[in-house]
């Protein structure tokens, strides 16, 4: 069974800096996806970022960045030049790739403050 | 493009009775899925519909249930309602092998 593990259930972060969220996973998939997603107080799921687990280079959107080690099984989201609109609880979540989306396995979440 | 709605934004039932929570997905997508976010715990994946076929449930009991309609729209009943079922109730769609997109949820409070 694929698990996700998020061990960070909060963390804060001034305006302006740089913030990493950690992921780990565990699988013996080889081809697969992962996602970040953001829920903001407006309890909508947000995807923020997806990275295919073939590809070597790192997926970026804009401020947010992820740092994807694949032999390690880590997926940890960088979020630069944070913004009091990205106080929102993150989710980290992992697809199976030959099976489609509902194998999607989320972790816990990490709950992040943007503080002004 | 109208995204994922669910109705109703909020629902309170006493233990024992029936839920129905509603859910009209992006419009192309054919496969719904049902999500229970209950406090301090991740999501967990309840049902996934395509083309108006159940596809796969996940670890719940008989209680959980549901139907897509032939519009792709899509219901989720919990019957005999217990205290533990109160949590947030999320719809999401998608396309095959693509990232699902989410609605805003319905809370459901049991008392």
């Known amino acids: 069974a694929q698990t996700v593990t998020q061990s960070q259930p909060e963390m804060s972060v001034q305006e302006a800096e740089t913030v990493t969220l950690s992921c780990t996973y565990d699988?013996?998939?080889?081809?697969?996806?992962l996602f970040w997603y953001k829920q903001p107080p407006s309890r909508q799921m947000i995807l923020v970022i997806r990275q295919e687990a073939y590809k070597q280079q790192n997926a970026t959107e804009n401020r947010f960045s992820v740092n994807f080690q694949k032999a390690a099984k880590s997926f940890s989201l960088k979020i630069s030049d944070s913004q009091l609109g990205d106080t929102a609880m993150y989710f980290c979540a992992f697809m199976k790739f030959q099976t489609g989306a509902n194998n999607l396995f989320f972790g816990t979440g990490t709950r992040l403050t943007v503080i002004p | 493009e109208a995204g994922v709605t669910q109705s109703p934004t909020h629902l309170i039932k006493t233990r024992g009775q029936q839920a129905t929570l509603r859910c009209s997905p992006i419009?192309?997508?054919?496969?719904v899925y049902w999500y229970q976010q209950a406090l301090g715990l991740g999501l967990q994946f309840l049902l996934w519909y395509d083309e108006g076929e159940e596809r796969n449930r996940g670890n719940f009991p008989p209680r959980f249930s549901g139907r897509q309609f032939p519009n792709y729209s899509s219901e989720l009943n919990v019957n005999a309602l217990e205290l533990e079922d109160s949590a947030l109730y999320l719809c999401?769609?998608?396309?095959?092998?693509?990232?699902?997109?989410f609605g805003n949820g319905t809370r459901l409070t049991v008392t």
């Open positions: 419009s192309g997508h054919t496969s």
């Open positions: 699988t013996s998939e080889n081809n697969y996806y």
């Open positions: 999401a769609s998608s396309l095959v092998k693509s990232p699902l997109h």
